[in-house]
């Protein structure tokens, strides 16, 4: 299997660019989320899904739209693309033993 | 709402000493609880968790932690340190409620000095 899958890897954009990040899991998990991760601040929950068709906000939604309209993706978009938003980028899905499954993250700079 | 405090931002060893991170939680309801660890540009890997019964826990690597409700704390701990025990390691806490949300602390970078 392969697990939790992110793209793009890397990416740069221009503030007011938008972009959608991609995240597709093949384990057949209902729950999904992305989460943002800053140098010492940990990682913030953005928006989180309990199944195709129901999104909801986490701790840091702002700037940041979700769909999911398959269990299998769960699609992360930045409309107006800001410098706050320069971070890391993880998606997970939690298995059926309340583990999560962490994709390998997108790094994204916007200058 | 859940949250997790980790005490130390940084954590220095040298091999073969006690490991100990801080972890304490706040949760209304019976927690979910978990640590996790990152190496340099990896995404996050399980290292044990705590759900229901036994409240000291064992993990992968040599890594244990124990559930203490009175002290709303789960401390990460292993005997003895190893080179390959630097990292970064992320207390959670999750409630059975509402999505399972996972809240993550703001993790403790851990060096293990030779």
């Known amino acids: 299997n392969a697990g939790v899958t992110q793209t793009p890897k890397f990416r740069i954009l221009k503030i007011g660019q938008s972009m959608t990040l991609q995240c597709t899991q093949d384990m057949n998990h209902n729950y999904m989320y992305w989460y943002r991760q800053d140098p010492g601040m940990g990682l913030k929950l953005i928006y989180y899904s309990v199944g195709a068709g129901i999104t909801d906000k986490g701790e840091v939604p702002n700037g940041y739209n979700v769909s999911r309209s398959t269990t299998e993706d769960f699609p992360l978009r930045l409309e107006l693309a800001a410098p706050s938003q320069t971070s890391v980028y993880f998606c997970a899905s939690r298995g059926p033993n309340e583990k999560l499954f962490f994709g390998s993250g997108t790094q994204l700079s916007v200058l | ?114």
């Open chain 2, 1 to 114: 709402a859940q949250s997790v405090t980790q005490l130390g931002s940084h954590v220095s060893v040298s091999e073969g000493a006690l490991v100990l991170l801080r972890c304490n939680y706040s949760s209304s309801v019976p927690p979910y609880l978990f640590w996790y660890v990152q190496y340099p540009n990896q995404g996050l890997q399980l290292l044990l968790k705590y759900t229901t019964g036994a409240t000291l826990v064992k993990g992968i690597n040599g890594f244990e932690a124990e559930f203490k409700k009175s002290e709303t704390s789960f401390h990460l701990t292993k005997p003895s340190a190893h080179m390959s025990d630097a990292a970064e390691y992320f207390c959670a806490v999750s409630e059975n409620t509402g999505g399972f949300k996972t809240i993550f602390g703001a993790g403790t970078r851990l060096f293990v000095k030779a």
